[in-house]
């Protein structure tokens, strides 16, 4: 009883002292946060019904956040109903992020629409100067430890397997995995 008391004290003061990273006051929608969520940029948020970060019984839980970051002010995060996300999540878009409804995400994911830096040599230190939207469809299933990068959509009931890296678009009701990532099977 006095550990599960110290437990929740722990995370409500880690929220709480989380919260204080955020500065983005363009969120729309509300969201259920089990793990600590930082929220920056000075671009839009919106969040649909029932958006849930961390899981209690799961790694990384006790030691990281999910963050969010819409940088620039024309960036959009929006995140549908019923998306479900681990623990160590990690958005962040220079353009467009979209996850459309009951989208599942494993633990420590990373997903952005940017190379956040120009390839160029000489360019190096500027920003990418092609952010390229990403669009998650309905119903997909995101591993643990999955990267999608830029320009990529994943059509609707995919599932990506754990450790990919995602880099280009796969259509909908297939499995995908491996570094870069290309189809496993179809679902049946």
């Known amino acids: 009883m006095i550990k599960r008391i110290a437990a929740n004290l722990y995370m409500r003061l880690r929220k709480l002292i989380y919260s204080s990273f955020s500065n983005n006051t363009d969120v729309e929608g509300t969201y259920i946060a089990l793990q600590p969520v930082v929220i920056r940029g000075k671009g839009k948020i919106c969040l649909d019904e029932n958006v849930k970060f961390g899981v209690t019984n799961s790694p990384f839980f006790y030691n990281t956040y999910a963050y969010l970051e819409a940088r620039h002010e024309n960036a959009v995060i929006k995140i549908g109903k019923n998306v479900n996300c681990n623990n160590s999540i990690s958005i962040t878009a220079e353009k467009s992020i979209i996850i459309k409804d009951d989208v ?63 880099t280009k678009s796969f259509p909908s009701n297939v499995i995908i995995g491996g570094c870069p990532a290309s189809v496993i099977n179809a679902l049946d």
């Open 104 to 166: 599942l995400i494993g633990y420590n994911c990373q997903i952005s629409d940017s190379n956040f830096h120009d390839l160029h040599p000489e360019k190096r230190l500027e920003t990418d100067p092609k952010p390229e939207r990403v669009t998650i469809e309905n119903n997909v299933f995101i591993g643990n430890n999955v990267t999608i990068l830029k320009g990529v959509t994943i059509g609707e009931n995919t599932v990506i397997a754990a450790g990919s890296i995602v």
